[in-house]
Structures are given as structure tokens and as C-alpha cells.
């Protein structure tokens, strides 16, 4: 009497499991999926499409270890960019050459100093590249 029993719960399952199935695929392909309303036309890109935001730092390099309290920041990005540099004291603006070439300088506090510079696009997307530049004025 117990193993017709089992017999009969894996029958069961089996059945309640392609009646599941059936039902699934019955469900999925009598969807319907509505029209839009309004047609919208995806252009393909074209070569004067806006780049995102693109930023290299030349100066300083990370880690570095300057005993000049005066530091050049340098780099390269869009040309209609607005480049901001931003230290542990002040807050620069710079508007990038036609080239995308742009350069500033920044007083260092003593110790480490972290220097944060953003390029933001016109189209509003930014990059951040972040340098740790460290004031001493210990001979080395």
C-alpha cells in the first residue's frame, strides 16, 4: 500500500508540473504587447555626436612629494569643458584651450594635500581624477 502511494504522489507531481508548463507557454504566446502611440525615430550616430566627458591629468602625478609650496595642474580634455580644481583650501575654474589643453596652479598647505579636478562636458557628464600630493620642506 506505500509504495502505490509514492507511485501515485510522483504521477501527481509529474501531471500538476506539464499543466504548469502547458499553461505557461499558452499564457506567453497569446500576449499581446500594445502599440505605442507615437512613433519614435532612432537616428544612427553620427561623427559630430557629443563625446562624454574625457579628462587626462599631465601634473601632478600621484603620491608625489614636492617641497615647493606653489603646484602646477595640467591636463587635457574637451575644449568646451569647464575644468573646476578643488584643494584642501581653494576652488579653481578653468576654461580649457581650443586645443583642450589647460593648466593652473594651486597653493599647497603643509602636509598632504588632496587635489580633486572635474571636467564636466557640455552635454552635463563629469569625471573626477583625484591626486594626493604631499608639502614638505624637508631636503630629499
Known sequence: MKKEKVILCFIAAFFGLLVACVAFYLFQTTKTIP?????????PLSPTRVPSASLVLDQPKDENV???KVLIVSGKTQSNAVVIVITNSSENVITPST??????????????NILEVIAIAPNGESITNKKTVTYSQEEF
Open 99 to 112: 586645443n583642450g589643453n589647460f593648466s593652473t596652479t594651486v597653493n599647497l598647505d603643509d602636509g598632504q
Open 66 to 68: 614636492v617641497n615647493n
Open 35 to 43: 502599440t505605442a502611440t507615437k512613433t519614435i525615430l532612432i537616428a
